[in-house]
Nanobody, 123 residues
Framework: QVRLVESGGGVVQAGGSLRVTCTAS????????LGWFRQAPGRERDFVAA???????YYGDSVKGRFNISRDNAKNTLALDLNMVEPEDTAVYYC?????????????????WGQGTQVTVSS
């Protein structure tokens, strides 16, 4: 059974930092893209960042320069460092896995999803 489990969410002050992590299990994720999406109340689930097995990284425009994604292929883990956070970053953050999609920003390309972890930025 494939599982993606997020952890590390919480409350952080604006301008601060937080790390969320994802542990994947149940199959090999070789050549899979691992990514992060987020969903705020009343909004669609938006792309945040993704990383290919090869190491290439991609970021959404609103987080570029502030967030950093990293993965450990040996441990099947994915991390997202949220830096210089803003109240607009408040959302549930989801980890997801996709079998080498052309468009890593398209949530419909992702086959597996975690349950999400809440990140709240206080002003």
């Amino acid at each position: 059974q494939v599982r993606l489990v997020e952890s590390g969410g919480g409350v952080v002050q604006a301008g601060g930092s937080l790390r969320v992590t994802c542990t994947a299990s149940g199959r090999s994720f070789a050549n899979y893209v691992l990514g992060w999406f987020r969903q705020a109340p009343g909004r669609e689930r938006d792309f945040v960042a993704a990383q290919r097995w090869s190491g290439s990284t991609y970021y959404g425009d609103s987080v570029k320069g502030r967030f950093n994604i990293s993965r450990d292929n040996a441990k099947n883990t994915l991390a997202l460092d949220l830096n210089m956070v803003e109240p607009e970053d408040t959302a549930v953050y989801y980890c997801a896995a996709a079998p080498t999609p052309w468009d890593v920003t398209n949530r419909r390309a992702y086959e597996y999803w975690g349950q999400g972890t809440q990140v709240t930025v206080s002003s």
